[in-house]
């Protein structure tokens, strides 16, 4: 079975500073890995998303992620802050055979930009 | 916008009446996913479906079913609604390796 660890489930940065959200898996066969974000009172909107290929991936708004296999991980990026960031993120996995194509996602970061 | 909405958007109900939620789609995508999300615990499933009556279970499945007897519409049913149940229920849909697209949720309510 796979699982989702997001380190800190609240981030503060100011406006304009890295945006670093941390994300670590388990999975006992390849893994497809997503960043997904929700604004308030809304659904869940894709980022970005790792299958195969790249390990570097651009996604909307500007944030990134790498996926890294020794370390287990899909840490989001962004270079720069803005106050229209400020949302709740989920980061989740999906093994990527079987028929069941279940996401389990991590419990959640909420990122606060500060002026 | 992906073609997926849920019905009601906010619901109050009292505790012990059944209650359903529906999920319908214009995309014709074969799997289709209820979670429910609470502060704390991100998004968990209940319950799946890939194929018209073709339903499983997801890890927070007691007290729920679940109904697939179209391609479109996917219900979940609470039996017998729990204050436990209070939650945001959303609904996805999947194809391909493309994650999944998210309804606007479900607000739900049980007093």
């Known amino acids: 079975a796979q699982s989702v660890t997001q380190l800190g489930s609240h981030v503060s940065v100011s406006e304009g500073a890295l945006v670093l959200l941390r994300c670590n898996y388990s999975s006992s066969v390849p893994p497809y890995l997503f960043w997904y974000v929700q604004y308030p009172n809304q659904g869940l909107q894709l980022l970005l998303k790792y299958t195969t290929g790249a390990t570097l991936v651009k996604g909307i708004n500007g944030f990134e992620a790498e996926f890294k296999k020794s370390e287990t991980s899909f840490h989001l990026t962004k270079p720069s802050a803005h106050m229209s960031d400020a949302a709740e993120y989920f980061c989740?996995?999906?093994?990527?055979?079987?028929?069941?194509?279940?996401?389990?996602f991590g419990s959640g970061t909420q990122l606060t930009v500060l002026p | 916008d992906a073609g997926i909405t849920q019905s009601p958007r906010h619901k109050v109900t009292e505790t012990g009446t059944p209650v359903t939620l529906r999920c319908h789609q214009t995309e014709n995508h074969r799997y289709m996913y209820w979670y429910r999300q609470d502060p704390g615990h991100g998004l968990r499933l209940i319950h799946y479906s890939y194929g018209v009556k073709d339903t499983d279970k997801g890890e927070v499945s007691d007290g729920y079913s679940v109904s697939r007897s179209k391609t479109e519409d996917f219900l979940l049913t609470l039996e017998s609604a729990t204050s436990s149940q209070t939650s945001v229920y959303f609904c996805?849909?999947?194809?391909?390796?493309?994650?999944?697209?998210f309804g606007s949720g479900t607000r739900l309510t049980v007093v």
């Open positions: 996805a849909i999947s194809e391909g390796a493309s994650g999944y697209t």
């Open positions: 989740a996995v999906r093994i990527s055979s079987g028929s069941a194509r279940q996401l389990t």
